[in-house]
């Protein structure tokens, strides 16, 4: 898995930060300051750009309001960041381009974990936990994953022949029943519908049409002597004879040909008795048992007769697959067997590495103040996938889940002995004050495993030990300042002398300001 890299940290318009940008280098980097300087407001910025919800930063939202994170992962860089919007609201990006927190949040998960004194949700997990003691024993649960994804794939292949022999001749008798109502209305073909609502069209329109065919026929060309094609024959015989009258006597001459010839083609079709009432009676019964066997089953004909050809298959397939539903059930309880096994060694090497782990951080403990505190990784479950952190600050106490029973100190010191043991070297690690309430050597035994985590991964942390920051690859120090009656913060990297005196500073209260001067040369090694 490629390393991810924190690049920068921007904030704008949060809390007393007009604008700050911390830029960040591979190993171990330190922010400092006087308290209430806007020291967490930076790991606020950074949260908040990671889509994460945090009280100070919540608070400190101005209405110009701008966190960006800019990582570098897989070869590429890529900018998180979230803004108050014109409506107060705020919006989220990924690379300029609109995205939700939920996306951010999915993003960050594997790129950096924040540590503060009030941070548990990585470890209330339990998959996380599961996580931690796999990395630790170097557990690899994919066969495992595997042999379940095969037993599901035999099981729904079972479940599609019918299941059961029960539940199998129940779905085939549904089936058949199905398949009656087609072969009862035993459909010609996809358009036979549309055919039979044609002719009983063609056929109702005849039979409707009649009586005022005959009125027509009467009036066109009846026994009387006033009919339209009598009248007409008569006026085209009084026409004058001549050559200038021959193109309109002609033309006429053919309509009244046309006309004939229609009304013969209309008695043609006169005749009462042509439309059999039967044969009506028998194109409205197939017209409405086709309608309900499409209205049943399909929104068309065509798709009734193709949800047939499908049911024909399942009876089919039903009919053959008592030998299959047989070898099904020998496979099935194979699977289980194998899935049970595998479940069986994951469980038993995650007992072992929860054991080990248990053990390692343990003896980190000290280092990180917290001698004579307990801590143990527990595994539950047929596979161990359930699984959770006792902690216990106090001998002869009863243990008891880590995020219940810890401070926010020890919580914090709790991660990072943990991380000692079990880092994500793939992620970037932040600690917000983890050395708070700390001093003297104790703060000197946390500088040396914060710098030793940034070996394995890029540490950024909030402090205000001067035994700390010493031990730091870059050093940020955030000032405040009050201009016109508003406070201010500002944000500079601090090299040579003005590292020194910002180390000093951090001593004076030990000594004097000679004194702190020399310890912070000594503690950075000059």
């Given at each position: 898995?490629?390393?991810?890299?924190?690049?920068?940290?921007?904030?704008?318009?949060?809390?007393?930060?007009?604008?700050?940008?911390?830029?960040?280098?591979?190993?171990?980097?330190?922010?400092?300051?006087?308290?209430?300087?806007?020291?967490?407001?930076?790991?606020?910025?950074?949260?908040?750009?990671?889509?994460?919800?945090?009280?100070?930063?919540?608070?400190?939202?101005?209405?110009?309001?701008?966190?960006?994170?800019?990582?570098?992962?897989?070869?590429?860089?890529?900018?998180?960041?979230?803004?108050?919007?014109?409506?107060?609201?705020?919006?989220?990006?990924?690379?300029?381009?609109?995205?939700?927190?939920?996306?951010?949040?999915?993003?960050?998960?594997?790129?950096?974990?924040?540590?503060?004194?009030?941070?548990?949700?990585?470890?209330?997990?339990?998959?996380?936990?599961?996580?931690?003691?796999?990395?630790?024993?170097?557990?690899?649960?994919?066969?495992?994953?595997a042999a379940r994804e095969e037993l599901a794939r035999l099981r729904h292949e079972r479940d599609a022949?019918?299941?059961?022999?029960?539940?199998?001749?129940?779905?085939?008798?549904?089936?058949?029943?199905?398949?009656?109502?087609?072969?009862?209305?035993?459909?010609?073909?996809?358009?036979?519908?549309?055919?039979?609502?044609?002719?009983?069209?063609?056929?109702?329109?005849?039979?409707?049409?009649?009586?005022?065919?005959?009125?027509?026929?009467?009036?066109?060309?009846?026994?009387?002597?006033?009919?339209?094609?009598?009248?007409?024959?008569?006026?085209?015989?009084?026409?004058?004879?001549?050559?200038?009258?021959?193109?309109?006597?002609?033309?006429?001459?053919?309509?009244?040909?046309?006309?004939?010839?229609?009304?013969?083609?209309?008695?043609?079709?006169?005749?009462?008795?042509?439309?059999?009432?039967?044969?009506l009676g028998a194109l409205e019964e197939r017209a409405r048992v086709l309608s309900v066997l499409t209205?049943?089953?399909?929104?068309?004909?065509?798709?009734?007769?193709?949800?047939?050809?499908?049911?024909?298959?399942?009876?089919?397939?039903?009919?053959?697959?008592?030998?299959?539903?047989?070898?099904?059930?020998?496979?099935?309880?194979?699977?289980?067997?194998?899935?049970?096994?595998?479940?069986?060694?994951?469980?038993?090497?995650?007992?072992?590495?929860?054991?080990?782990?248990?053990?390692?951080?343990?003896?980190?403990?000290?280092?990180?103040?917290?001698?004579?505190?307990?801590?143990?990784?527990?595994?539950?479950?047929?596979?161990?996938?359930?699984?959770?952190?006792?902690?216990?600050?106090?001998?002869?106490?009863?243990?008891?889940?880590?995020?219940?029973?810890?401070?926010?100190?020890?919580?914090?010191?709790?991660?990072?002995?943990?991380?000692?043991?079990?880092?994500?070297?793939?992620?970037?690690?932040?600690?917000?004050?983890?050395?708070?309430?700390?001093?003297?050597?104790?703060?000197?035994?946390?500088?040396?495993?914060?710098?030793?985590?940034?070996?394995?991964?890029?540490?950024?942390?909030?402090?205000?030990?001067?035994?700390?920051?010493?031990?730091?690859?870059?050093?940020?120090?955030?000032?405040?300042?009050?201009?016109?009656?508003?406070?201010?913060?500002?944000?500079?990297?601090?090299?040579?002398?003005?590292?020194?005196?910002?180390?000093?500073?951090?001593?004076?209260?030990?000594?004097?300001?000679?004194?702190?001067?020399?310890?912070?040369?000594?503690?950075?090694?000059?």
């Amino acid at each position: 898995m490629p390393r991810a890299r924190l690049l920068e940290i921007h904030a704008r318009d949060l809390g007393v930060i007009d604008e700050a940008t911390v830029e960040l280098a591979p190993g171990f980097t330190v922010v400092t300051g006087e308290t209430g300087a806007g020291k967490t407001l930076l790991v606020g910025a950074l949260a908040l750009s990671l889509g994460l919800e945090t009280d100070g930063a919540r608070y400190a939202l101005g209405p110009a309001t701008r966190a960006v994170a800019l990582f570098e992962t897989d070869g590429r860089e890529i900018a998180l960041a979230r803004e108050v919007s014109g409506s107060g609201r705020l919006r989220a990006s990924v690379d300029g381009a609109p995205a939700s927190a939920e996306a951010l949040r999915t993003l960050a998960a594997g790129l950096v974990e924040i540590h503060g004194q009030h941070d548990s949700l990585r470890l209330r997990s339990s998959e996380a936990v599961v996580a931690l003691v796999d990395r630790a024993g170097g557990i690899d649960a994919s066969a495992l994953a595997a042999a379940r994804e095969e037993l599901a794939r035999l099981r729904h292949e079972r479940d599609a022949l019918g299941g059961d022999p029960v539940e199998r001749a129940r779905r085939l008798e549904y089936v058949e029943f199905q398949l009656a109502e087609f072969d009862a209305v035993a459909p010609s073909g996809p358009t036979e519908l549309d055919e039979v609502l044609t002719e009983l069209t063609r056929l109702s329109e005849l039979r409707d049409g009649q009586g005022a065919l005959a009125e027509a026929l009467a009036l066109f060309d009846g026994d009387g002597d006033d009919t339209a094609l009598g009248a007409f024959a008569r006026g085209l015989a009084r026409l004058p004879e001549g050559a200038a009258y021959r193109p309109a006597r002609d033309a006429l001459d053919e309509a009244l040909v046309a006309a004939r010839e229609a009304v013969r083609d209309l008695a043609a079709l006169h005749d009462p008795e042509a439309v059999d009432e039967a044969r009506l009676g028998a194109l409205e019964e197939r017209a409405r048992v086709l309608s309900v066997l499409t209205r049943k089953h399909a929104g068309t004909l065509a798709d009734a007769l193709a949800l047939r050809e499908a049911l024909e298959r399942e009876r089919a397939e039903l009919a053959s697959a008592g030998a299959r539903l047989s070898e099904l059930d020998g496979q099935i309880a194979a699977a289980e067997g194998v899935v049970a096994q595998r479940a069986a060694e994951v469980r038993a090497r995650r007992d072992s590495a929860a054991e080990s782990l248990s053990a390692a951080v343990a003896a980190q403990m000290s280092r990180v103040a917290l001698a004579g505190a307990r801590l143990r990784f527990v595994v539950d479950g047929e596979d161990g996938s359930r699984a959770a952190i006792l902690f216990g600050a106090n001998e002869g106490r009863p243990l008891g889940p880590l995020d219940a029973l810890a401070s926010g100190g020890e919580l914090s010191r709790v991660l990072l002995a943990i991380s000692l043991e079990a880092t994500d070297e793939s992620a970037v690690a932040v600690f917000d004050e983890i050395d708070a309430g700390l001093g003297g050597l104790v703060a000197q035994q946390i500088g040396e495993c914060l710098a030793e985590l940034a070996t394995r991964q890029q540490v950024l942390a909030v402090t205000h030990l001067a035994s700390v920051a010493a031990r730091a690859d870059r050093h940020y120090v955030i000032d405040k300042r009050a201009h016109e009656g508003r406070a201010t913060t500002t944000v500079r990297e601090v090299i040579g002398e003005e590292r020194v005196e910002e180390i000093a500073r951090m001593l004076a209260g030990e000594a004097g300001v000679e004194e702190s001067r020399a310890l912070a040369r000594r503690l950075l090694g000059g």
